[in-house]
Every structure is written in C-alpha cells, then in structure tokens.
C-alpha cells in the first residue's frame, strides 16, 4: 500500500498519467475542500472512494474545469482544465450524480443533443446516440420520453450520453444512486465492460466500498481533502497479507507450535490467521506445514491472506 504523507510525492497508480495532481487545494469560502490532492491516475478503471462530503464531486468538477484550483497543478492528458476546458470536456464524458434530466424529451433526442454539444455533426450525433443506447440497453426504449423512465433506465441514459461522442475518459458520480440490486449489478457489469472492451479510461466515484471492488482495477482513497493511499487494488488488498489455514483437526497444536515458533496468530476456531509481510509469506507457509505436520494437524483448505478493500479503507483512514 502506498500512503500520501502531506506534502510530497505524488501517489502513482502505474503507468502513464490520465490525471496527474500535485497538491490541488479547493475551497468554499473559508471552508477547505481539498487541501493537498497529489496523485497520478494511469489508464483502467479507477474508484474514486471517500465518505460523502470527502470531496470526490469537487475533484470531478475540477477535473471538468468548472472550478479553479485555489493552489497546486492539475492535468487531463497534459492539460490544465481550467485554461484548456473546451479541449479537456472534448475528451471526456460525464454522468453526474443527479437524476435531473428534461422529463418530456426523448432519450435519443437528449443524447444526440449532448452529442452535438460536444462538436458531432448532427447525422453523426444521431447515429452514435443510437449506438450508445442500444450498448446501455436501451435500445428498444431509445424514443421514450425520460420522464417516463425508471431511476436505473435514466442512470443508463446519463451513461449513453457520456460516451455517445467517444470520449477518451469517463467521470461517473455515483453512478448506482437510487438502484435496486439487480440494476445495480447490471449498471456495474456495463461499467466493467466500457472499461475492457471500449477501451475508454473510467474514473468512477462512489463511496460504496463493494461497488468499487468489484469494478475497479485502481484505488485512490480520498479522506481529509487528501489522496491518502492510492494504487492498484491487487496491491493495495496485498499490504495486509500472510496464510489462513482451515484445520481439520489440530488446531490447538498447530496454533501453539506457531506460536513458539515467532509467529503472529490469530484463531477462529478451526481456522488460524498467520501474520506476514509479503517478503515473508513463503517462510510463513513453511511454518504453517511444519507446524501441521509436527503437530498432527490436518489441513481442510490453505490459500494466502488477501485483506478486502474494508480493510484498506480503514487501515489508511485510521
């Protein structure tokens, strides 16, 4: 895991820089915001988490240049935002958080607007804005008016109509807000899938910590109006590593042998905890067998210890 100390070197997520932020600061008033946001975000998909109120909507608008750093540099693809807006907003698409859409439109008159808003000739916009929704799955529903529309059929159309115009990023603001499970689900799939196939950077904000597990191949943690711990999710879910070993039988003298031995163990029942550092999770496995086979044990399930994203938030925000 890789933790922002305040101030200092950015915090890389790998790779070559989408977004690169040194010490950005945004406040309202004499109420701060952001105070020292430094971070690359490389290309994927990557969740933006924090609690609500943390600042993620701000970075967004930001990032769009629809507000101005109060101190420190941000760029999208080597630009400034707030000099190069038209430039940067060409380049990217945007579903904002809230669901306030024009009621009586149609949900491909509405996209194919935003399409040519966004520089598309208006045959063009019209033939992308087809495309985008039949690929949100709306396609049967493409001539409906929004108002019409379920919360998760809008949610699909704010998505349409970010990629509509084929941008080289995507800012989604809790793009799940007001979904039932199964849309959810289905919302979070389609994000996966623009990410992949399509081929089109995702930033997605959200303080749903499982929304961003299941999605995200990158994590920047955003608490205290600064990136605390950023990188991505197979790495940051290795820095509380070791070996759980499920027992059989044993446990009493599997967990005493380990114990003598130096290691640190935790138990829940038949299943023990060992502590280790990456560097060490080989000689941890070695114990763990030794101290089965010297002890009588029998080993039911053995795998390494990968700490879930819980975890990470809380160990980095703590």
């Known amino acids: 895991m890789v933790i922002q100390a305040a101030p200092g070197p950015p915090v890389a997520l790998g790779g070559p820089a989408v977004i690169a932020a040194r010490g950005v600061a945004k406040g309202y008033g004499a109420a701060p915001v952001l105070r020292d946001v430094t971070v690359d975000v490389a290309p994927g998909v ?6 609500n109120g943390s600042g993620k909507t701000t970075f967004i608008g930001l990032l769009l240049g629809l507000h101005r750093v109060d101190g420190g540099e ?14 940067v907003r060409a380049r990217i698409g945007y579903a904002p958080e809230h669901h306030r859409l024009p009621p009586d439109i149609q949900a491909l008159d509405l996209v194919r607007h935003l399409a040519e808003v966004h520089g598309l000739p208006p045959r063009e916009a019209m033939s992308r804005a087809s495309d985008a ?8 529903e493409r001539l409906r008016p929004v108002g019409t529309m379920s919360t998760g059929q809008r949610q699909r159309v704010k998505l349409a109509a970010a990629i509509a115009h084929d941008p080289r990023l995507l800012l989604l603001d809790e793009p799940t807000d ?6 959810r689900d289905a919302m979070l799939a389609l994000i996966r899938r623009i990410g992949r196939e399509f081929g089109i950077d995702v930033v997605l904000s959200s303080h749903l910590l499982d929304e961003v597990e299941r999605t995200c191949d990158n994590v920047m943690i955003l608490a205290g109006g600064r990136i605390i711990a950023a990188g991505p999710l197979a790495e940051l879910r290795r820095g509380a590593s070791g070996v759980v070993v499920e027992l059989e039988r044993g446990a009493d003298a599997v967990q005493a042998r380990l114990l003598q031995a130096g290691w640190v163990v935790q138990r829940d029942g038949a299943r023990l905890t ?7 999770e080989a000689a941890a496995f070695d114990a763990v067998r030794d101290a089965v086979a010297g002890g009588g044990g029998a080993i039911r399930r053995l795998h390494p210890r990968r700490a879930s ?10």
């Not at 990557?46 to 609690?51: M, P, V």
């Not at 929704?133 to 049967?140: H, I, K, N």
């Open 74 to 87: 941000l760029r999208v693809f080597g630009l400034d935002p707030a000099r190069n807006g038209a430039a």
């Open 274 to 280: 060992v502590a280790a550092d990456p560097a060490h």
């Open 133 to 140: 929704l039949w690929q949100c799955g709306l396609g049967e």
């Open 46 to 51: 990557t969740g933006l988490l924090g609690a």
């Open 178 to 183: 007001g979904l039932d499970p199964a849309q």
């Open 309 to 318: 994203l819980e975890e990470v938030f809380l160990g980095a925000t703590a």
